[in-house]
Nanobody, 123 residues
Framework: QVQLVESGGGLVQAGGSLRLSCAAS????????MGWFRQAPGKGREFVAA????????NYANSVKGRFTISRDNAKNTVDLQMNSLKPEDTAVYYC????????????????WGQGTQVTVSS
C-alpha cells in the first residue's frame, strides 16, 4: 500500500495552466504505475492519464490528449500532471492513484487513492 498526497490545485482562467503534484510514501515507488483521475460535480470519476513505473509508457484520455502531460520522478517519489490550455470542462477534483499493475490503472481500478485536489477553471 502507498500513501498519496496531491497538491497544486486552484483557480485558473480558461486557457491557463496548472501543475498538479502527487507525493507518494514508500520505498518501492518505481514499482507502481501511477494515474490521475478526476470527478466533476454530479459526474462519475474518470480516467485522465497514466504512467508506468519506469515512466516509459504513458496513456491519456482523449479529452486531455495534447494538453496534459504526466511525468514522474522516481528519485523523489512524485508524479506530476502538467495541465495546459485549460477549459471550464476540466473543472473537477483531481485524484492521484497507484497500483502495481499498469493495466489496473488504465481500467480505472487502482488500489490506492489520494484525497484529491480541486481544480476550477473559470470562463
Amino acid at each position: 500500500q502507498v500513501q498519496l498526497v496531491e497538491s497544486g490545485g486552484g483557480l485558473v482562467q480558461a486557457g491557463g495552466s496548472l501543475r498538479l503534484s502527487c507525493a507518494a510514501s514508500g520505498r518501492t515507488f518505481s514499482s507502481y504505475a501511477m494515474g490521475w483521475f478526476r470527478q466533476a460535480p454530479g459526474k462519475g470519476r474518470e480516467f485522465v492519464a497514466a504512467i508506468s513505473g519506469s515512466g516509459i509508457s504513458t496513456n491519456y484520455a482523449n479529452s486531455v490528449k495534447g494538453r496534459f502531460t504526466i511525468s514522474r520522478d522516481n528519485a523523489k517519489n512524485t508524479v506530476d500532471l502538467q495541465m495546459n490550455s485549460l477549459k471550464p470542462e476540466d473543472t473537477a477534483v483531481y485524484y492521484c492513484a497507484a497500483d502495481n499493475s499498469f493495466w489496473q490503472v488504465l481500467r480505472s481500478a487502482p488500489g490506492d487513492w489520494g484525497q484529491g485536489t480541486q481544480v476550477t477553471v473559470s470562463s
